[in-house]
């Protein structure tokens, strides 16, 4: 109940976001063709009493929107990336361009200064702003002044855009992390969906009461990310045996939010139901991968927003329906890669086959 609301609040903001006609008929129509003649809610994803395979192909042609010549640049979606320190450019870039290479028509990262001439150097396609600061290039004195000054940068960005992906190469600073801790505050009170990764998952560990309860609140925690939240929300030890339920618990716990937990098969739930998706990707682990994931989700989430338009709408959960695509999306790319690559494979080159692997599954035309 709580999550259709937020939603709705939600699809005021992105009122001018909305597909055009023709392509929400395009949608529709995809919709009947693989539910049968009525349009009912899709049988995409998974019953509530236990986990299922999702349709992630499915779902990635329902949510994927035309290339259609009436639109104008923005309404594939903006995404910003909060992330980026001394220690970790990699993880923001990743991030950034996968939501790009993806589709989205604008891309931001919100770093510190240090990164961002390195950041900048990746990419001319990238927006990047110098602004977080960590602790050792301030005084006490000027932690108030440096906050202030930091939220007023993201606070005139903040309306515009779709969807955040928050920690990918944040570090953990303190200081640096009470700044991303109020980023956070201020994207809730303006409804903006958010994707927490990284050490945005750190924190907000320490701080559950930062995204519990907001139903536009995407979790992607890796394997220790998890253990790390499930040791302190559910106070216990991860289940193997009872993956699925455990999820669900702890999604509910936590208010309803999303959440994608990665490993060899990824599960998704909001507390209520669970799917999976397991095909098959690549034997190569190298890091970034999770990057790429959140900026994704980030994309599929804010396109999915955009086909909830009316009320009589057939889709229920935008950040479900991305994290799905997501996941399928790059599995799929990943695999890709691999069979290019083999033992060579780096993210990179995972990144380089995301338009293909898109293309292959709904064709730009
Ligand atoms: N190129 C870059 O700049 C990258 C930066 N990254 C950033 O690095 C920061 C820390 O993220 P991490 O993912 O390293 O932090 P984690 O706390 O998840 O991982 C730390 C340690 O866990 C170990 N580990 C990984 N998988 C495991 C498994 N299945 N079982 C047991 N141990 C396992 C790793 O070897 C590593 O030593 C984040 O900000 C993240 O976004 C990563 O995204 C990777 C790429
Ligand atoms: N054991 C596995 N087998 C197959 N695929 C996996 C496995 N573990 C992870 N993946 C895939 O890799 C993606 C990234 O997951 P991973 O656990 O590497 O994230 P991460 O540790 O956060 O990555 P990053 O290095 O970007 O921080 C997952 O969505 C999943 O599709
Ligand atoms: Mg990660």
Not at 158 to 185: A, H, W
Not at 313 to 334: D, H, Q, T, V
Request: some cysteine; aromatic content about 6%.
């Amino acid at each position: 109940m709580l999550a259709k609301h937020g939603f709705i609040s939600a699809f005021g903001r992105l009122t001018s976001l909305s597909p055009s006609s023709s392509v929400l008929r395009r949608q529709q129509f995809l919709v009947r063709t693989l539910c049968g003649s009525r349009i009912h809610r899709p049988k995409l994803i998974g019953a509530m009493s236990s986990s299922s395979e999702a349709d992630a192909e499915s779902v990635l042609r329902i949510v994927t929107p035309s290339l259609d010549p009436k639109r104008h640049k923005g309404q594939a979606g903006k995404i910003a990336v909060i992330g980026g320190c001394r220690e970790y450019t990699g993880a923001p870039y990743f991030a950034a361009i996968s939501a790009l290479k993806i589709g989205a028509d604008l891309s931001h990262v919100f770093c510190t200064k240090d990164a961002a001439p390195v950041i900048k150097s990746y990419s001319p396609e990238l927006i990047v702003h110098p602004v977080l600061e960590e602790s050792y290039s301030i005084s006490e004195e000027e932690k108030r002044k440096v906050q202030e000054k930091v939220l007023g940068e993201v606070d005139k960005w903040m309306e515009r855009f779709d969807c955040l992906v928050i920690g990918p190469g944040l570090g953990r600073d303190p200081f640096l992390l009470e700044c991303v801790s109020k980023i956070m505050v201020l994207a809730k009170k303006l409804n903006v969906p958010f994707v927490v990764d990284g050490d945005g998952l750190f924190l907000v560990t320490n701080s559950i009461d930062l995204v519990k309860s907001y139903p536009l609140a995407v979790l992607t925690p890796n394997v220790n990310e998890y253990k790390r939240l499930v040791q302190k929300v559910l106070n216990c030890q991860v289940d193997e045996q009872n993956a699925e339920d455990q999820l669900r618990s702890l999604a509910k716990q936590i208010g309803g939010v999303t959440i994608l937990r990665k490993g060899k098969s990824d599960l998704i739930s909001n507390g209520e139901t669970v799917n999976s998706v397991s095909i098959y990707g690549s034997p190569r682990r190298c890091g970034g991968q999770g990057d790429i994931l959140s900026g994704g989700v980030a994309v599929f989430l804010s396109w999915a927003q955009q086909l909830k338009s009316s009320p009589e709408s057939p889709f229920e959960n935008p950040a479900i329906l991305g994290c799905i695509a997501a996941s399928g999306l790059l599995r799929k790319a990943a695999s890709l890669a691999f069979t290019k690559h083999k033992r060579s494979t780096l993210t990179s080159d995972i990144i380089e086959c995301l338009g293909e692997s898109l293309e292959d599954i709904c064709p730009a035309s």
